[in-house]
C-alpha cells in the first residue's frame, strides 16, 4: 500500500506535471527547430512571439465572457485560440516584411538576423507590457479539475490522492493532435514538402522552382500556430506573465538544441528531456522517498536538489553540457 501511495504522490507531483510541461515545450521547440531549420537563424523574439499570441487570446476571453460566451466545461480560451492564432501571424508576417526580409535579400549572415531578432523581443516585450501590465493574469474558467485528490481518495481508498487538472489534460490531447498534423502536412503535402526540400538544399530547392518567399510565409505562419497554441496552454495552465515568457527562451532554445536543432523529432524530444529533468530536480523528495523506504531509512529532510526558483539553471546546465560534448543533439540535427 506504501508504495501504491509513493507512486501516486510521483504521479501527482512529477509525472503529470512533467508530462504537461514538456508537452508546452515541445511546441514551443518545434517552433525554434522550424525557424532554424528553414530561415536558417535563432530566433531571440520566440518567447516573446509567444507572449503577443496568448495577450490577444487573454484579451479575447475577457471580451467572450464580458459577452456571457464561454465553452461550458472548457476554458473559453478555448475559442479565443484560432483568432489569437490569426493575430499573431499577422504579427510575424509583419515583422518579417518590415525587418527580416531586408536581410535575407542582402544575404546577411545568420547572426544579423540574430541581433535584428533581439530588437524584436524587445518591442514585443514593451507592447505586451504596456497592454497587460507586468503582473500575473489567471484566465482559467470552467471545469478545474478532472479528477480531484478528494474524489480519487474517496474511488480508490488511498491515503493520497491524485489530482488531474483540465488544463493538463487539454495541454497533453492538444500537444498530440498538433504535433500529428503537422508532421502529417510536412510529409504528405505539396508545401511541406517543399519546406523540407528548402531546408535540406536552399539551391537545389531553388532550381526546382520552389518559390522562397512562400516557404518563408507559410513558416511564419505554422510558427505562429505552434507558438500560440503553447503560449495559451501554458498561460492556462500555470499563469500569464510577460517576463516569464520571456524566461522560457531558455528551456525552449534548451529543449530544440539537446533534441537536435533543426529535426522536429528532436525538438519533442528535447521538451520532455528539459522538463522531467527541471521537475525531478527541484521537486522535494520526501513524501515519497518516506512511502518507499522503511521507516529507519525515512529521511527528515526535504530530499530536494535544487530549490524550485533554479529550474531555469537546469535547462541553462543540461544546455552547456550537450553544446560541449555534443552539439548535433540527440538526433544530429544542424551544429550550433
Known amino acids: ?172 490531447i492538444t500537444a498530440v493532435i498538433v504535433v500529428a498534423a503537422l508532421f502529417w502536412f510536412l510529409g504528405r503535402t505539396r508545401t511541406g514538402k517543399s519546406m523540407r526540400a528548402y531546408s535540406d538544399n536552399e539551391d537545389l530547392a531553388l532550381l526546382s522552382g520552389i518559390n522562397p518567399e512562400r516557404v518563408v510565409m507559410y513558416t511564419w505562419m505554422i510558427v505562429a500556430g505552434l507558438i500560440t497554441i503553447a503560449g495559451v496552454l501554458y498561460g492556462l495552465d500555470k499563469s500569464f506573465k510577460p517576463f516569464t515568457y520571456f524566461q522560457l527562451l531558455l528551456p525552449i532554445f534548451a529543449s530544440a538544441i539537446v533534441g537536435g536543432l533543426g529535426s522536429p523529432l528532436g525538438a519533442i524530444a528535447g521538451g520532455f528531456i528539459i522538463a522531467f529533468s527541471e521537475v525531478t530536480i527541484t521537486y522535494a523528495w520526501k513524501r515519497v522517498l518516506t512511502y518507499a523506504l522503511p521507516d529507519d531509512l525515512a529521511p527528515s529532510g526535504l530530499v530536494q536538489l535544487l530549490s524550485t526558483d533554479y529550474k531555469f539553471a537546469v535547462s541553462f546546465m543540461i544546455l552547456v553540457i550537450v553544446l560541449l560534448f555534443r552539439p548535433t543533439g540527440i538526433f544530429r540535427g544542424k551544429s550550433v
Open 1 to 172: 500500500m506504501d508504495i501504491l501511495n509513493a507512486l501516486i504522490v510521483l504521479a501527482n507531483f512529477v509525472l503529470v506535471p512533467a508530462i504537461t510541461y514538456g508537452s508546452q515545450l515541445a511546441l514551443g521547440a518545434l517552433g525554434v527547430t522550424m525557424i532554424y531549420g528553414i530561415l536558417r537563424f535563432s530566433n531571440f523574439a520566440h518567447g516573446d512571439s509567444m507572449a503577443m499570441g496568448t495577450m490577444v487570446a487573454i484579451l479575447l476571453t475577457w471580451l467572450f465572457q464580458s459577452m456571457g460566451i464561454s465553452a461550458g466545461p472548457l476554458p473559453t480560451a478555448l475559442l479565443a485560440l484560432p483568432f489569437a492564432i490569426a493575430a499573431t501571424i499577422v504579427f510575424l508576417l509583419v515583422t518579417d516584411r518590415l525587418v527580416y526580409r531586408f536581410y535575407r535579400r542582402q544575404k546577411a549572415k545568420p547572426i544579423i538576423f540574430v541581433m535584428a531578432s533581439l530588437g524584436v523581443m524587445f518591442v514585443y516585450n514593451g507592447l505586451v507590457r504596456f497592454v497587460l501590465g507586468p503582473d500575473d493574469h489567471r484566465f482559467t474558467d470552467g471545469e478545474r479539475f478532472i479528477i480531484s485528490v478528494r474524489d480519487f481518495k474517496a474511488l480508490t481508498g488511498m491515503s493520497e490522492g491524485l489530482a488531474i487538472r483540465t488544463t493538463q489534460g487539454l495541454t497533453v
